[in-house]
């Protein structure tokens, strides 16, 4: 006889199994509308060709639905992590093979697996593939961020949906779940929009994480085993860096650069490494690895990250990383230095303190930008304190910056505030960060963390001090990981309970808006990115997908200006619809001084400087670093137009360097007005201070090279003696301009900006020995903390003093990082024609001669490598819309008319006559 219960009972199992076949039907649903919305046609390639991808994917499919495992969620899985994987190998400069091997080994796994808990760990492989699954870095330029984690997202919460539909039911810890709760909802409901725009589509992300690591039964998915997975999947990336690191001629020089690989900061390949090393050195089991090679497994993989971890140059990850060695494993290592650790340990220490020590750090303590950006992030949020900007809004504020520290910055326009704290509540004010804060003595206080989990968690709480680096999925994954483990409770129901009856389909219905919100948001770079690859195949139709990716997500700020600089980029005169696009830029991002900057310019070119003259102030009160100084020289150069008095923003533009000095200097009619100010103020200057002093000597500096003529200037005897060497250096080289020696020398005294000069003057006597030998002095000053030689000049000179083949192969490395420059490729040309190949020599002028239109808009004739070609980190976006502009700028072809003629004509006779030979 049935009693209630079992009634009650099998009702829940029923409801369950309708549930299970309403998911699965909902799943194949999904799996169609990714396929035809976002992969077809059939485009790219992880196993050599498209049709070996697709029997790839099918056979993992069938085996896995075979196996009883459900065809719809096997399905959606593979056609997900294939477009992971095709993302991931893009990114990639070496060894694109392992991306390859690890989509084909995930395959396997997938049609091999056997239990819940090893297709949970198989979704959360992804998220340490590049460190980064779903980056969408083509997106923005410079340090924008644009995160497009769609693919991911809907494999996380469709892997954790899947054990709800089987009848399990999570437990949870209703305190930590509601603080993160409340945080993620405060900012969705405030900060949709505006400018942080970053906010819906990273909130997306964060909801998908936590539903992945609170979901039934992912507790020991979330644990070791889920770490051994992370290890294994950031494999690929840490060789193809290791790859980059292998090409250098030098492999000592290529240590002492930054790494970059897959197209991430060094700062992100540090913290990951840094996570993985707080897991790999701490006593727990590999079992996910044959016993026998568990030792090796983890002694690679320690390797590995340690080596990715120095040669990325985040002091911060390292000094974190030698501090939880020293204080969590003070006793464990105390044990293992006694036998045959000990070298070993002590070498990596010495690295770890070289890699802190090295390329003066105390420079970098005193004088860090990073000082300068928490000061202007406390700006922000005392202007907001309550309610925040939204996520990842820093680089569309207002920056602020002392006047007397206005140059100290090297890169300023960054995403983010560089600090866990500042950045909370610059998002979400102070009540977001009261909620961090609260949620964060929670987790700390909770007996439910793992001491693995807390060891993360400190480490990265203690990075959070000096940098912010959890805005790529990875990072965030980890972070959330460790917290949810106080958020999830001690189990999970096997089966539902009667008044849990409605749950599972409540939960499905969130899930349900999840999928709908991440194919919305995903639908605006997936138009981006098709209308790149039509207008790449010269498809007439990618205009019309970029106007629709705008239009689909008006809140995205980088596609709208992508829109902007790819029809002005390619021949798309600005019109009034522009003007007006802008405007709505402007009013919806007020603090962001690009827009600003824009419809100055516009309103410049049409004619009407007066009119630009609050634009362009605005823009440069807004953001006034300025890193190349074109937004203040064409505030100068309005200002003149205008009848006004150009010379305080021309003295900041020439300043700045960069574009700035030519913009100003040798514009084809105001330049010698302009000249003649500029050097009636430097004389007249009398610098007070060190920083005052310095100013005074770049834009002295900058003059000469223009040719102006300064007098001599006398400084305080107190104030020269307490110059450092830098500024030392800039006062001796104005005095090597203002009366250059006839035949170059060294000094033991002078810096870089000296023996470049020299070295210049090496080259132009053709003096060899005097020319190898400075040419030595400066690699051995050169500061190797970026992917590219700083001194790009020196190797373009010392082409004159090698052997045909040896100068050809230097300056191929130059011109892979600047392939539109037409001198390098003359030059080349002229190493062909003394080589013997005539023909190869006048097909590289013909490239030249091609070039030369376009690259002579540019304000500077080079006349050799262009440093601002490699991308100013900080601000690409003005460098791009700048050179856009300046094909439709009246002005742009009067710069250097002599120069370019005469450069022009000998590419001429060149290419008429197969002449050359080595210059």
């Known amino acids: 006889m049935d009693t209630p219960a079992a009634g009650q009972k099998i009702r829940g199992e029923e409801d369950f199994r309708n549930l299970q076949g309403v998911w699965n039907m909902a799943l194949m649903a999904v799996a169609a509308c990714w396929m035809y919305l976002y992969e077809i046609p059939w485009r790219g390639d992880l196993l050599g060709l498209p049709a070996l991808d697709l029997a790839w994917m099918a056979a993992c499919v069938g085996i896995a ?7 719809a969620e096997n399905l959606l899985w593979i056609i997900l992590s294939r477009r992971l994987h095709l993302a991931a190998m893009g990114e990639f400069e070496a060894f694109q ?68 539909a089987k009848g399990r039911l999570p437990t949870i810890r209703w305190v930590p779940a509601a603080l993160l709760a409340g945080a993620l909802g405060f900012l ?98 590999w079992d996910l690895v044959p016993a026998p090679a568990r030792r090796v497994a983890r002694a690679v993989c320690f390797i590995a990250y340690v080596g990715i971890l120095l040669a990325s140059g985040g002091r911060a990850s390292i000094l974190v990383f030698l501090l939880t060695v020293i204080l969590v494993f003070r006793r464990r290592f105390a044990d293992m ?3 045959w650790m000990t070298v070993p340990a002590l070498a990596v220490g010495l690295l770890c303190l070289y890699k802190l020590l090295d390329t003066s750090l105390w420079f970098e303590i005193f004088h860090n930008e990073r000082f300068l950006i928490w000061r202007a992030a406390i700006d922000q949020i005392r202007a907001h304190p309550w309610l925040g900007h939204g996520m990842m809004a820093f680089g569309q504020l207002p920056l602020s910056l002392p006047d007397e520290l206005r140059m100290i910055p090297a890169d300023w326009i960054y995403p983010h505030t560089h600090n866990l704290f500042l950045e909370i509540a610059l998002s979400g004010g102070i009540p977001v960060l009261a909620l961090f804060l609260t949620a964060g003595f929670l987790w700390g206080t909770s007996p439910a963390v793992s001491s693995g989990a807390f060891i993360l968690g400190m480490a990265f709480l203690a990075l959070g001090l000096f940098d912010f680096v959890w805005f790529t999925p990875s990072l965030m994954a980890l972070g959330m990981s460790a917290y949810c483990e106080t958020a999830r409770g001690s189990g999970a129901s096997g089966e539902p309970l009667p008044e849990k ?90 603090g962001y001084y690009l827009p600003r900057f824009l419809r100055g310019r516009l309103r410049t070119m049409a004619g009407h400087p007066d009119q630009a003259l609050e634009d362009l102030a605005a823009s440069v009160s807004l ?23 150009p010379s305080d923003a021309a003295w900041e533009a020439v300043l700045r360097g960069g574009w700035g000095p030519s913009l100003i200097l040798d514009h084809p009619s105001a330049g010698a007005r302009l000249k003649s100010l500029l050097g009636s103020r430097w004389a007249a200057s009398t610098p007070k201070s060190v920083y005052e002093a310095q100013m005074v000597a770049e834009i002295g500096i900058h003059l000469i090279r223009h040719g102006v003529t300064l007098p001599a200037k006398e400084l305080d005897s107190a104030l020269t003696r307490s110059f450092p060497e830098h500024v030392r250096d800039a006062w001796n080289l104005l005095d090597l301009l203002r009366v250059p020696p006839p035949e170059p020398m060294t000094d033991p005294s002078w810096g870089m900006g000296c023996l470049s000069f020299m070295l210049e003057l090496a080259a132009k006597t053709k003096r060899k020995e005097i020319f190898e030998d400075i040419y030595n002095k400066i690699q051995t000053k050169i500061v190797r903390r970026s992917k590219d030689n700083e001194n790009l000049r020196s190797d373009f000179l010392s082409a004159g003093f090698l052997p045909p083949d040896a100068a050809l192969e230097r300056l191929q490395r130059l011109r892979e990082n600047d392939p539109g420059n037409p001198w390098i490729i003359e030059r080349c040309g002229d190493l062909l024609a003394a080589s013997g190949r005539p023909d190869e020599a006048r097909e590289e002028w013909r490239t030249s001669l091609k070039l030369a239109p376009s690259v002579r808009l540019e304000p500077v004739f080079s006349g050799g490598p262009r440093p601002w070609a490699l991308g100013s980190t900080g601000d690409q976006w003005t460098l791009a ?22 450069f022009i004509a000998r590419l ?4 008429a006559d197969g002449g050359g030979g080595r210059p």
């Open 501 to 590: 009856a409605r749950t599972p389909w409540a939960i499905m219905i969130f899930i349900f808006i999840i999928i709908y919100i991440a194919f919305a948001v995903h639908r605006a770079p997936f138009l981006f990115r098709q209308s790149v690859e039509l207008l790449g195949s010269r498809n007439p139709a990618w205009s019309e997908s970029l106007d629709r990716a705008s239009a689909v997500r008006p809140a995205d700020l980088s596609i709208r200006l992508q829109r902007l600089l790819i029809r002005w980029s390619t021949g798309t005169a600005p019109c009034e619809a522009d003007l007006a696009e802008i405007d709505d830029i402007a009013a919806g991002w007020p």
């Open 188 to 285: 969705a409901i405030l900060h949709a929009g505006g400018p942080g725009n970053s906010t819906v589509v990273t909130l997306l992300t964060l909801v998908s994480l936590a539903f992945f690591f609170l979901a039934p039964g992912t507790a020991a998915a979330a644990g070791d085993r889920l770490m051994q997975v992370l290890v294994l999947a950031g494999l690929p990336i840490v060789l193809a860096a290791f790859g980059m690191m292998l090409g250098e001629a030098d492999l000592w020089t290529a240590f002492q650069k930054r790494v970059f690989a897959g197209g991430l900061h060094p700062n992100l390949l540090a913290a990951y490494s840094l996570a993985m090393l707080t897991f790999i050195i701490r006593p727990a089991g």
């Open 337 to 339: 230095c006694a036998g």
């Open 881 to 902: 819309f700048e050179t856009a502009l300046r094909r439709y700028d009246p002005d742009a072809g009067g710069y250097h008319r002599q120069e370019w003629d005469a």
């Open 65 to 71: 639905s075979w196996r009883g495992r459900p065809f």
């Open 908 to 911: 001429r006779g060149k290419t």
């Open 623 to 645: 953001e006034p670093r300025d890193l190349l100084g074109i937004r203040w020289a064409h505030l100068a150069l309005a200002r003149a137009a205008a009848g006004m008095d």
């Open 97 to 164: 093979i392992l991306v390859s091997i690890s989509w084909a080994a995930w395959g396997a796994c997938l049609a091999l697996a056997e239990t819940d808990e090893q297709r949970m760990l198989l979704a959360g492989y992804h998220l340490g593939l590049t460190f980064d699954a779903g980056m969408c870095r083509p997106i923005g330029l410079g340090m924008s961020f644009g995160l497009d984690a769609a693919a991911l997202d809907l494999l996380l919460v469709t892997a954790g949906m899947a054990r709800i």
